[in-house]
């Protein structure tokens, strides 16, 4: 099976978004990965659910909206509105999991959930037949270009293992510092999506950035 990729914007040039998004998009990109950041949960403020419905008619690619707020609960319905096609939420901003989860669910949304690199993986367990997209933060949130955490790998196998135990078929997604040099790492533990912004973003030619990342 073939790698997706799931640009994000977060690396692109805002000024000229729509060029960016189609950029990408005729790059191949599989999902288009936004970053939501509210100065609180991470320390940076970026775009809210104005953007993603700004972006929605642009493109028929799946909107793959990563959330890093506080109570994603007040939020989720309007990113839904404004049309993502699934919504990630972290499991260290959630108090009550499943009700978010589900909250996602009713929204007739995927549901993702996401944990940072010093989250143990343990604690996605409870909640893994009930989501679509497990994502795992290779960096800490917030900020585009840092280095990636190769031990969170080994959570990368830990939950291709219970897929498999469990007979489930949820994605999953690693986020941060993929870059060619690290992607093939990435494959070997078994990651079904990558999303990288600085390798594709801060590259001229988007499409060979993504070529890259793909038969590396
Ligand atoms: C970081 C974001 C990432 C970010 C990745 O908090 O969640 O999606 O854009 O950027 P790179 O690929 O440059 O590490
Ligand atoms: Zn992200």
Redesign the pocket.
């Known amino acids: 099976m073939t790698v997706k990729l799931a640009p994000?914007?977060?690396?692109a040039d805002f000024s000229i978004l729509r060029e960016e998004i189609e950029d990408v998009v005729n790059g191949g990109a599989d999902y288009i990965?936004i970053?939501v950041?509210d100065g609180h949960f991470?320390p940076?403020i970026t775009i809210g659910p104005l953007v993603v419905s700004s972006i929605r008619p642009i493109t028929s690619t799946v909107l793959d909206v990563?959330l890093?707020i506080e109570n994603p609960d007040r939020y989720i319905p309007q990113f839904a509105e404004a049309g993502a096609d699934i919504i990630t939420v972290h499991v260290e901003a959630c108090r009550h999991l499943h009700r978010t989860i589900h909250l996602i669910k009713e929204t007739g949304k995927k549901a993702g959930v996401v944990i940072n690199p010093a989250t143990p993986v343990e604690s996605i367990k409870p909640i893994l037949k009930y989501v679509d997209l497990v994502l795992f933060?290779?960096?800490?949130?917030?900020?585009?270009?840092?280095l990636?955490i190769p031990e969170v790998l080994d959570k990368v196998k830990q939950a291709v293992s219970w897929r498999e135990d469990f007979d489930l078929s949820f994605e999953i997604e690693v986020?941060?510092?993929?870059?060619e040099n690290t992607v093939k790492q990435c494959k070997e533990a078994g990651v079904d999506v990558l999303?990288?912004?600085?390798?594709?973003f801060?590259k001229k030619d988007r499409q060979k950035a993504m070529n890259i990342l793909r038969n590396a």
């Open positions: 994000s914007i977060l690396s990965h970053d950041m991470v940076n990563h890093m933060m290779t960096v800490n949130p917030g900020f585009g270009g840092q990636f986020d941060g510092g993929v870059n999303v990288a912004g600085s390798a594709i801060n």
